[in-house]
């Protein structure tokens, strides 16, 4: 094993215990299970990537994409310290299922009109889609998690799944 790939697993583990990689990828795994989608595998990578950009957010106390992530998409979210867990942060996203039009092309995904609402959503099950990895931080009011994507979803004029 190299430096920096020793490097990468040692910051998964610093942020990442095996029980929120479990939650991680049961809560994405069952949602796409349920639509007979293929089920992600754990990035170390992209999870320790995630847990970086999730301590930015959580000194800035604002959501904002992160930039030039190449072929990797992300889904954002937070919620308050002592309200929001690993599943509530994930259901988040989950739950914009409410909104999302079946057999329709990106971006026209949502019954409100606005892609956004159903993005986070649509990531989660891209059918190209086959690796995540999250992190998460928090500061002294919020709890931020990011997950990561690999390959990145919502193309603009492809089928979700």
């Not at 095996?18 to 754990?42: E, I, K, P």
């Not at 909104?99 to 959503?121: C, E, L, Q, R, V």
Request: proline letters at 1%; a positive charge; glycine letters at 6%.
């Amino acid at each position: 094993m190299n430096n920096k790939a020793l490097l990468i697993l040692l910051a998964v583990f610093a942020v990442a215990s095996a029980d929120f990689v479990d939650d991680c990828l049961y809560y994405h795994n069952q949602l796409r299970s349920s639509l007979g989608l293929n089920r992600f595998t754990w990035s170390n990578s992209l999870a320790a990537d995630s847990a970086a950009y999730a301590r930015v957010l959580a000194k800035t106390s604002h959501l904002k994409h992160s930039t030039n992530r190449g072929n990797v998409g992300e889904n954002l979210s937070m919620g308050t310290l002592n309200a929001y867990g690993t599943k509530e942060l994930i259901y988040l996203w989950i739950n914009e299922k409410r909104h999302y039009i079946s057999g329709k092309k990106f971006p026209n995904t949502s019954t409100t009109g606005n892609w956004k609402d159903t993005a986070h959503y649509t990531q989660m099950v891209w059918r190209t889609t086959t690796q995540v990895g999250c992190g998460v931080a928090t500061n002294s009011k919020w709890r931020f998690m990011v997950c990561r994507y690999k390959r990145a979803g919502n193309i603009v004029g492809q089928y979700p799944y």
